[in-house]
């Protein structure tokens, strides 16, 4: 049964910074793409970034490019979310998918495998 674990949400300042990882078991974890997903109080899910099978390609939603950093290390089935520059509109529910993709889409429709979310608050 494929897994997906989310770890490293908490509660941090505006300015500060997080590291959320995605923890992927029972399947091929290279041959999925990985997408970080949102959702805020009373908003729709939304697509922050994603990255390819092979880490090659990345892709980022407008409101967290040159904030955020998607990794991935395929020998430890994990991925990773960097955080910097969190301010209050971050504040969410943080979830990160799989499905086996071309390319980096950053619809939800496009993955197949879901975690239960990790809470990132981000309040002075």
């Known amino acids: 049964q494929l897994q997906l674990v989310e770890s490293g949400g908490g509660l941090v300042q505006p300015g500060g910074s997080l590291r959320l990882a995605c923890t992927f078991s029972?399947?091929?974890?290279?041959?999925?793409?990985i997408g970080w997903f949102r959702r805020a109080p009373g908003k729709e899910r939304e697509g922050v970034s994603s990255?390819?099978?092979?880490?090659?390609?990345?892709n980022y939603a407008i409101s967290v490019k040159g904030r955020f950093t998607i990794s991935r290390d395929n020998a430890k089935n994990t991925a990773y979310l960097q955080m910097n520059s969190l301010n209050p509109e971050d504040t969410a529910v943080y979830y990160c998918?799989?499905?086996?993709?071309?390319?980096?889409?950053?619809?939800?429709?496009?993955?197949?495998?879901w975690g239960q979310g990790t809470q990132v608050t981000v309040a002075s």
């Open positions: 990255i390819s099978s092979d880490g090659g390609l990345t």
């Open positions: 029972g399947g091929t974890f290279y041959n999925h793409a």
């Open positions: 998918a799989a499905g086996v993709r071309l390319g980096v889409p950053l619809k939800w429709s496009e993955y197949d495998y």
